[in-house]
C-alpha cells in the first residue's frame, strides 16, 4: 500500500516569511505528484501538479520540487501572506491510483 | 462542464435514512473517483470508475455503500442505512487518466451530516 507523508502537520509562522512544506512517498514509480490547498469548509483547490519527468512547476509565490529518487516534494510558499492560511495536501498518482498525504494546516500571523 | 459538479452541498439524513450523492465529471475525463474526509482529516479513497465501469473498489465499504457511473448521467454514490461514523464530506474528483498521469480536478464535496 502507498504512503504519503507530510511534514509538519501543523505550522505557524508570521506573515512575510518564506516557508517550505514537505511531502515525501514510499514508492518512487509515481507518474505524478499534485498539490492542493483546502480552506475551512471548502473543497480543494489544485495548486501545482509536477509530472514525473518534471522537477520543478512554479506559479507565482509557490515552488514545488519534486525528486523521485528519494521519494519527496516540497512546496515553497514565498513571502506568505494571511491569506495562506489553509491546509495544504499533496497527493500522489501512480499506476494504483491517487494517495493523498494527511496534510499540513498553516496558519499565518498577521 | 468545465468544473466537477457535485450536488447537493448539505445533506442531512436520520440514522437508517438512505443518501444518494451526485458529482458530473468535466466533460471529457473518463476517471471518476470518490473519497469521504472525515472531521477534515485524510482523505479516504472509495471507489474509482472508468466510464461506466468500476476501476478500482479497494476503498469502498462492503455494506451499504454503492457507486455508479451510467452513461449521460452524473455518477453517483449511494449510502444505505446510514449510520452517524458516515458523517463526512465526500468529495469527487475527475481525471483523464485513472493512474494519475494528469491532474485531477476535484468538486466542492458534498457534506453528509447522519443525526
Known amino acids: 500500500k502507498q504512503e504519503v507523508t507530510q511534514i509538519p502537520a501543523a505550522l505557524s509562522v508570521p506573515e512575510g516569511e518564506n516557508l517550505v512544506l514537505n511531502c515525501s512517498f514510499t514508492d518512487s514509480a509515481i507518474y505524478n505528484l499534485q498539490w492542493f490547498r483546502q480552506d475551512p469548509g471548502k473543497g480543494l483547490t489544485s495548486l501545482l501538479l509536477?509530472?514525473?519527468?518534471?522537477r520543478e512547476q512554479t506559479s507565482g509565490r509557490l515552488n514545488a520540487s519534486l525528486d523521485k529518487s528519494s521519494g519527496r516534494s516540497t512546496l515553497y510558499i514565498a513571502a506568505s501572506q494571511p491569506g495562506d492560511s489553509a491546509t495544504y495536501l499533496c497527493n500522489r498518482g501512480g499506476a494504483d491510483g491517487l494517495t493523498f498525504g494527511k496534510g499540513t494546516h498553516l496558519i499565518i500571523q498577521p | 462542464g468545465e468544473e466537477v459538479a457535485q450536488t447537493p452541498k448539505h445533506l442531512v439524513r436520520g440514522e437508517g435514512q438512505k443518501a444518494k450523492l451526485y458529482c458530473a465529471p468535466i466533460k471529457g475525463h473518463s476517471y471518476v473517483f470518490w473519497y469521504q474526509q472525515v472531521l477534515k482529516n485524510e482523505f479516504k479513497f472509495l471507489i474509482s470508475f472508468q466510464n461506466e465501469n468500476v476501476f478500482d473498489e479497494t476503498g469502498m465499504p462492503k455494506e451499504r455503500f454503492s457507486a455508479k457511473c451510467l452513461p449521460n448521467s452524473p455518477c453517483s454514490l449511494e449510502i444505505q442505512a446510514t449510520k452517524l461514523e458516515d458523517s463526512a464530506v465526500y468529495f469527487c474528483a475527475s481525471s483523464q487518466s485513472g493512474t494519475g498521469g494528469t491532474e485531477a480536478f476535484f468538486g466542492q464535496g458534498t457534506r453528509l451530516t447522519v443525526v
Open positions: 509536477i509530472q514525473s519527468s518534471q
